[in-house]
């Protein structure tokens, strides 16, 4: 069975530029979490969309947003990077009613 | 909303040692208890989980306990061994129907296991 899988690796973006991210989750899976991994301040909750819909939001701005499409694969959109911005974004997948979130490999967003 | 605090930050023992990493969380309507191991440059992935009508569980080398009413929790890794050496999360959230499953981590510990 395929893991979680994030496209880009990496990404190299300059201040005021949009980034996005793409999560694709394990078959089967429909929830799907997005997380920021900054350094030295642990996993931190952005999103999470479930059957397309955007159910619970982080303590985030608005320039943070996504969306989830009909085959639940996610985007993450990140509008007028800021230098803080800088950071490994983790998407995770969850089945149903089950426990386990799975992390996908991250993109690491660079700010210059 | 959930507050997991985690310590310490960094452990160091000898091959062969236990380790032990404690959390606490401050919603007593979490639930549901994972712990995660990344290493360097890698994804977070499941160690072992435990649910708050279980007081302990064990896996191999791998042990978690909770206690509800301190909601407290921990991790036990005995026999520890160099591969073991890796930043490990404890993390909270509350998972029923109609919550959001939401996780919510304590900042790490980094345990390096010393040959």
């Known amino acids: 069975e395929a893991g979680v899988t994030q496209s880009p690796t990496h990404l190299i973006k300059t201040r005021g530029q949009q980034a996005t991210l793409r999560c694709s989750p394990i078959?089967?899976?429909?929830?799907v979490y997005w997380y920021q991994q900054a350094l030295g301040l642990g996993l931190q909750f952005l999103l999470w969309?479930?059957?397309?819909?955007e159910r619970n939001r982080g303590n985030f701005p608005p320039r943070f947003s996504g969306r989830q499409f009909p085959n639940y694969s996610s985007e993450l959109n990140v509008n007028a990077l800021e230098l803080e911005d800088s950071a490994l974004y983790l998407c995770?997948?969850?089945w149903g009613a089950g426990d386990t979130q799975y992390f996908g490999p991250g993109t690491r967003l660079t700010v210059l | 909303g959930e507050n997991v605090e985690q310590h310490p930050s960094t452990l160091s023992v000898q091959e062969g040692d236990s380790a032990v990493i404690k959390c606490t969380y401050s919603?007593?309507?979490?639930?549901?208890f994972p712990w995660y191991k990344q290493e360097l440059g890698k994804r977070p992935q499941l160690i072992i989980d435990?649910?708050?009508?279980?007081g302990e569980k064990k896996d191999q080398r791998i042990a978690v306990t909770l206690n509800k009413t301190a909601k407290h929790f921990s991790l036990h890794i005995t026999e520890t061994q160099p591969e073991d050496s890796a930043v490990y999360f404890c993390?909270?959230?509350?998972?029923?129907?109609?919550?959001?499953?939401?996780?919510?981590f304590g900042k790490g510990t980094l345990l390096t296991v010393n040959p």
């Open positions: 993390a909270a959230s509350k998972n029923s129907g109609g919550s959001n499953y939401k996780l919510t």
């Open positions: 919603d007593s309507a979490s639930n549901y």
């Open positions: 969309y479930d059957e397309g819909e």
């Open positions: 995770a997948s969850r």
């Open positions: 435990i649910r708050s009508n279980v």
């Open positions: 078959s089967g899976h429909t929830s």
